[in-house]
């Protein structure tokens, strides 16, 4: 059974804007906290932001004020958008559920390749 699918990413120069898509199932969408994350060539998978059901949002430091996460409840889907990219953005981007410690709750999708070249 397939938990989350994202999409949106691309190739776009610095300056540009994306916006990723991720679909997830019910039975992991409804009531948690979602989070999109995102894992550069070498380095380990972060947090990039978050949002709780409800709509509280929480961002990492480096992508404050130029992306903005979302979520569609009937839709069972959350949104990234992301303004202002920068060549570190470049990235897998991978969306998840996320757990009252931090953990995730699902499968890891493929996840959304994001490049921005300089």
């Known amino acids: 059974q397939v938990q989350l699918v994202e999409s949106g990413g691309g190739l776009v120069q610095a300056g540009g804007s994306l916006r990723l898509s991720c679909a997830a199932s019910r039975s992991i969408f409804s009531r948690n906290t979602m989070g999109w994350y995102r894992q550069a060539p070498g380095k380990q998978r972060e ?3 978050a949002i709780t059901s409800g709509g509280t949002t929480n961002y990492a430091d480096s992508v404050k004020g130029r992306f903005t996460i979302s979520r569609d409840n009937p839709k069972n889907t959350v949104y990234l958008q992301m303004n202002s990219l920068k ?5 897998v981007y991978y969306c998840n559920a996320r757990g009252v410690y931090g953990n995730v709750l699902g499968s890891w999708g493929q996840g959304t390749q994001v490049t921005v070249s300089s």
């Open 87 to 91: 060549p570190e953005d470049t990235a």
């Open 47 to 49: 947090l990039v932001a």
